[in-house]
């Protein structure tokens, strides 16, 4: 059997104050199911946070992770797709409010 990976993407969008605690946040959570997927599949896994705040604040390593992951994408790109998914969460909290 032939085991591929493809990496997994979960991106947080915290508080701005919140984003170096979110970034160790998120690698403690799924540091024990990297190592997991290490001993079960024989294949290299590791944790790599992308993590943006609410008002564009970035962790340290975000472009470092972002190359590391093959993504061109300018960070301000994502900054605003995280802008705007909050804004479209806070219209629906709004109009069924």
């Known amino acids: 059997m032939t085991v591929t990976t493809e990496p997994q993407v979960i991106i947080a969008v915290p508080r701005d104050t919140r984003v170096d605690e979110k970034e160790q946040e998120k690698v403690d959570k799924y540091q024990d199911l990297a190592k997991e997927i290490k001993m079960l599949w024989k294949v290299e896994a590791r944790v790599i ?36 998914g909050r804004a479209q969460i806070l219209r629906k909290v709004l109009e069924h409010g």
């Open 49 to 84: 946070p992308i993590i943006t705040g609410t008002l564009r604040t970035t962790t340290r390593g975000l472009e470092e992770n972002l190359r590391t992951l093959g993504i061109t994408t300018i960070v301000e790109f994502i900054q605003q797709v995280a802008l705007l």
